[in-house]
């Protein structure tokens, strides 16, 4: 018997034993492959000072590896049942936190001093995108990011399968890189997909000055409001200017009227930016 059935074992076990189940409206997939847990804890490569915020720690195979390299370790659980197998499990453990809470609605999580924390998850697929917004764009970021998410979305983060909002969201505030790709049979219960391990390396400041950074993300989240119309249409409608005057904008700031929002990087929502601003929009 391999190690991965034995931690499969494991889990069916201690689910059974508690009456419990994987909830799929809260999108648990407990991941239990050895070599891709070793592989989300080597990624984040973490010292003996490092703090760590985990979200959606589940029974805890990967909190298990995390207290053991972190200084610290605050876990954020939303299931009730699965804190009170993590209560029970790590018990006596010092440097583990439990926090019962949505982890899009805590800040406890974060209180650490600025740049100190990393976060290492497996998270609830469902909540990729506001997870990322919730820790990239708070007050106080982590200097590192390892997540366990849907390969498709880890792809379209990298820019690997074309630009969406979710594209310049991320690289507006970290560089993201994929680390390995997770196949479905590495959880339990497998979903229908396959996974990847995406590490975003935080900048220490955004790509956009923050004085200019909340018009900045209004005019993208604009331009793919509507992703299949031409940017001349979805800028259009969102700026309330006429498609002519829109397709005037554009042209000064050196892009094509007709591309749409997955056409452009970050360098041309810059310079459209620039000339919004002095046409004060």
Known sequence: MTNDQ?????????????GLWAKKGLGQNFLVDESALDLIVEAADLKPSDNVV?????????????????????????DENMV??????????????LINADILHETRATRHEPRSYKVVANIPYYI?????????QSDNPPSVMVLLVQKEVAEKICGLTGKSLITIETQLFGQPE??????????????????????ITVFDKPLIPEKGLKDFLRLVKFGFSQKRKK????????????????????????????????ALGIEEWKRLGKVLTKLGK
């Open 54 to 78: 985990e979200v959606g720690p589940g029974t805890g195979f990967l909190t298990e590896r995390l207290v053991k390299k972190a200084k610290h370790v605050t876990a954020v659980e939303l």
């Open 231 to 262: 940017l001349v249409n979805s800028l259009g409608a969102g700026l309330h200017l006429k498609s002519s005057e829109m397709a005037e904008v554009l042209r000064e700031a050196d892009i094509d009227p007709d591309l749409r929002a997955e």
């Open 128 to 136: 990729t995108s506001p997870i990322l917004k919730h820790f990239l």
């Open 6 to 18: 034995l931690k499969l074992g494991q889990l069916k076990s201690l689910l059974q034993s508690k």
């Open 84 to 97: 009170r197998i993590l209560e029970d499990r790590f018990r006596g453990v010092e440097n583990l936190e």
């Open 178 to 199: 994929i680390i390995g790709i997770v196949p479905s049979k590495s959880f339990y219960p497998a979903p229908k997909v396959e996974s990847a391990i995406l590490k």
